[in-house]
């Protein structure tokens, strides 16, 4: 069955919503597309959604998208002496390469490809975007924010 309309409806699944019956209401009330968070989806619960979606697309006759939101990479920094720290807006903060656990002046950041791809003036997001950073002096070992 071809559409008419020019716009797409994309519903994200989840624990709540990646049953047949509910695949089959969401594509009932206009649902075009489905996405499948892999950062909460194991390998096993993305195969099982998708043969649910390819299911549903079946019995409808209706052809569906799937949108794969795959995870970014997760970089980690070292550890901190105290166990953590408690960042104040204005101060600064190391980041090197130095293993040795760190405290409220610095930290080891053990990714050598950030090193090589950050320069003066770049945001560095941590905690998923809650913290920001910016970097004022970068050398093959040291930034500076």
Known sequence: MRRIRRVKIL??????SHSVEMITKLVT??????RINMSHA???LFDQTVQRIRQVEKDLSRPLGILVDLQGPKIRIGTFKEGAIMLESGNTLVLDTDETPGDTSRVCLPHPEVFAAIKPGHRLLL????IELRAEEVTADRILC
């Open 42 to 44: 194991s390998h096993e």
């Open 29 to 34: 009330a206009g649902a075009d597309l489905f």
């Open 11 to 16: 519903a994200t699944l989840g624990p709540a």
């Open 127 to 130: 905690d998923d975007g809650k």
